[in-house]
């Protein structure tokens, strides 16, 4: 495909489905995409579309039903024939892609009926994508994958061919929604809203065929910049009148849109506080106007004071979403859904679970998670994300046998990796992210690393064992090794401040944004307790406000998002804190080093340009994470005296 990476979707995975005799039973636009897709696949390996028996495969809706979004689907295999039973277009075309995943497996031997449904009701990717090229930001917000995909130039791209494959990808991973515009809505994109909703309306007809519901980020102050009036007050029956109109005219150019996407009183942008209204009553307002044609509005939990007073030791930015939210929880309408960071900071590489997933009994929430690798080496790096959304998604804020985030959650969010870089993704290995993405949010309880050997089998379908062994050897631990070499025991932003890539400990210190971890000479880290701290732990419910209360309990790895403890605090593992941070810091580059060495190992294995791409990048994780590993070990020692007990070379 013009030089594109075809990603999870290479012409050679669908070899066992396009070599078969192939029924099609239901109509409608999304059952002409499948259609689309099996020709295409027979007419490449020797199949064919037939009208009746006898056939290999039946794709089938309901007789006579009328058809809708419905995602649920059976696969079953007896007589010798598969047949993929959908109740709706969505689900017949996620049962066909999961033909496709089994393989051959689909048409040998029996399949047990096997039904696939959701966990979620809306898998969604967020782009944080400028339509003007933002002077500070770029054109992608935190992309590290190219321009946007959708515009350039301060314009809709005409590309569409290209968003069409996106759609495609996006759909056989499981996603359903895209948000095609940056939460930080700048003036020339807050124009999508009125305006300029035609070029909107031009991306949500490549993304439609498949099964793809189009979102917007829209500012909270539009009834004031776009429509002159005096104010954006939520009570006003003018400003309500004003949205009413202009949703209107948007379900007039996209009759499917999903909804609005706002961050509101968070970081500068404006929001209710302005009018001296809560976030429910601003969240209400749009929520009520999407009401009557079935939209939602994703109201972002992500507020916190960022011109905080670095001296002022009272405030944590921890505690904010709570502290805003928690009160207002069953205040919310029903097509409003808080959409909350899976930590109660920024997308740091170790945080807890945030405590606002677990005080939402009634409220509709999303979590949301970041694919853009903006504190986890954006895309330059090695950093599979799975094994750390499987932890926020499996955890449990009643412990014992309450529910686990993934189970109260309505929808899953993921700030998107992608870009118009022909990897998609940059660092090629990220497209693991994304599609793993995909299908955590479909189901959150699943296994990460099964997850990744369906990607694998899908994205290298002829690979020999050696090359899936390779890139489990390079994938599975990653996340794991970039915390080795980054930031120590949940202790955050140790970056470059601005464009967060690459060490600086202190870069964050004495800043706004009440990011700090407090290190002296005696010692590290924020208490956060509330016998002593800002009281953080006690927003949790039991057994997890005890367990990270205490120094005793709290798991190793977050012990300095909760504690300041001397540099010789002994750990749950055995070792001191400082020995402790020399020793992950040189284990890090030791296994980065080794994921490079295994890397090189895979030269011959995969299209050359693939291998090396990432040989390349390779060269400056290992450069960086060597930097990660002498900037800090050298703070740590210069801050403590404490030399390390195996007198490795720290400057
Ligand atoms: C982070 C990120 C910003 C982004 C913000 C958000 O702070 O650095 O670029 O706008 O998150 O989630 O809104």
Not at 220 to 226: E, K, M, N, S, T
Not at 568 to 585: A, E, F, P
């Amino acid at each position: 495909m013009n030089g594109i990476d075809p990603g999870w979707l290479p012409p050679e995975a669908f070899r066992p489905l396009g070599a078969r005799r192939v029924l099609i039973a239901g109509s409608g636009p999304l059952v002409d995409t499948v259609r689309r897709e099996v020709s295409d696949a027979c007419a490449r390996f020797g199949g064919e579309i037939v009208r009746d028996g006898p056939y290999d495969l039946l794709l089938r809706l309901p007789d006579g039903e009328p058809v809708g979004d419905e995602e649920e689907f059976t696969v079953a295999r007896e007589g010798g024939a598969t047949t993929v039973t959908a109740l709706g277009g969505r689900g017949l075309l996620y049962g066909l892609f999961q033909v496709v995943r089994l393989g051959e497996e689909a048409f040998s031997g029996a399949l047990p009926r096997e039904v696939h449904r959701p966990a979620t009701a809306l898998r969604m990717l967020d782009h944080w994508d400028n339509v003007a090229v933002h002077p500070v930001m770029g054109q992608v917000e935190r992309g590290y994958a190219g321009g946007s995909l959708f515009w350039r130039d301060g314009r809709a791209r005409e590309d569409f061919a290209r968003i069409r494959a996106y759609a495609r990808l996006l759909a056989a991973c499981g996603i359903n929604a895209v948000c095609v515009n940056n939460v930080n809505v700048h003036a020339v994109e807050a124009e999508l809203l009125t305006d300029r909703i035609g070029e909107v309306a031009a991306i949500a007809a490549e993304l439609r065929p498949y099964g793809i519901r189009t979102h917007l980020s829209v500012t909270f102050a539009a009834p004031v910049v776009l429509g002159g009036l005096s104010t954006a007050d939520p009570l006003q029956e003018a400003v309500r009148q004003w949205w009413a109109r202009a949703v209107h005219g948007v379900y007039e150019a996209i009759p499917d849109f999903g909804g609005f996407v706002v961050k509101a009183d968070s970081e500068g942008r404006p929001g209710p506080f302005t009018y001296g209204r809560s976030h429910a009553d601003g969240a209400n307002l749009l929520a009520g106007a999407l009401a009557p044609y079935g939209g939602t509005v994703h109201w972002r939990a992500f507020v916190y004071d960022h011109r905080q007073d670095w001296r002022d030791r009272t405030t944590d930015r921890a505690r904010a979403a709570y502290d805003h939210f928690a009160p207002l929880d069953g205040e919310f309408a029903g097509n409003a859904v808080l959409q909350v960071k899976h930590g109660p900071m920024d997308f740091q590489v170790r945080e807890p679970v945030s405590p606002v997933l677990g005080a939402l009994s009634r409220t509709r929430s999303a979590v949301e998670v970041q694919a853009t690798q903006e504190y986890t080496g954006q895309q330059r790096h090695v950093c599979w994300l799975g094994p750390m959304w499987s932890e926020v998604l499996r955890f449990r804020p009643e412990g014992g046998a309450g529910p686990t985030v993934g189970e109260s959650a309505r929808d899953l969010v993921a700030v998107s990796n992608v870009g118009d870089d022909p990897f998609w993704t940059g660092h090629p290995l990220a497209q693991a992210n994304l599609y793993t993405f995909g299908r955590l949010a479909w189901r959150p309880d699943a296994d990460p690393y099964r997850v990744l050997d369906e990607w694998i089998g899908l994205t290298f379908p002829s690979a020999p064992e050696r090359l899936a062994d390779g890139l489990h050897a390079v994938l599975d631990g990653s996340w794991r090794t970039y915390e080795k070499y980054t930031a120590p025991l949940g202790v955050g932003f140790m970056v470059q401040p601005g464009h967060h890539y690459g060490p600086s400990v202190d870069g964050y210190e004495y800043s706004p944004w009440g990011t700090y971890h407090f290190a002296d000479r005696d010692g590290v880290g924020v208490d956060r307790t509330a016998a002593t701290g800002t009281g953080y732990a006690a927003q949790y419910a039991k057994p997890w406000a005890e367990v990270y209360e205490s120094v005793a309990s709290c798991p190793d790895e977050l012990l300095l998002f909760f504690h300041h403890v001397p540099y010789g605090h002994v750990l749950r593992s055995g070792k001191t804190v400082i020995q402790h941070i020399y020793d992950t810091r040189f284990e890090g580059v030791e296994e980065a080093e080794e994921a490079r060495r295994v890397w090189a190992g895979l030269a011959g294995l995969m299209a050359p340009a693939r291998h090396e791409r990432v040989a390349e990048l390779f060269e400056e994780q290992v450069r960086s994470a060597r930097e990660w590993r002498d900037q800090l070990n050298s703070y740590f020692l210069r801050k403590s005296g404490v030399p390390d007990a195996h007198g490795r070379t720290i400057y």
